[in-house]
Nanobody
């Protein structure tokens, strides 16, 4: 089992920045891919950014050039640095991890609100 706890959400003005953190615990060595999804009101959950155990990254087109995913292996923590935030980035952001068996784990989410 893997447990994920997100933090760092909040209210920010358009053009501002936030850094989200996802602290992983449990069987962290079993994690194959870890990343961030978001769900805006009335919309489907979508991939924002992901990182494989090998370090390769994948970012949604809508956030390329503005968001960066990184990790601190010593802290078992993955970060999402969000710059130049737009009102359309407003959503609940979830951390998700997939293990080598194909199981996936989700955090409870953290709310990001970008005011115009």
């Amino acid at each position: 089992q893997v447990q994920l706890v997100e933090s760092g959400g909040g209210l920010v003005q358009a053009g501002g920045s936030l850094r989200l953190s996802c602290a992983a615990s449990g069987r962290t060595l079993s994690i194959n891919v870890i990343g961030w999804y978001r769900q805006a009101p009335g919309k489907q959950r979508e991939l924002v950014a992901a990182m494989s155990s090998g370090g390769s990254t994948n970012l949604a087109d809508s956030v390329k050039g503005r968001f960066t995913i990184s990790r601190d292996n010593a802290k078992n923590t993955v970060y999402l640095q969000m710059n130049s935030l737009k009102p359309e980035d407003t959503a609940v952001y979830y951390c998700k991890a997939d293990d080598w068996r194909g199981m996936d784990y989700w955090g409870k989410g953290t709310l990001v609100t970008v005011s115009s």
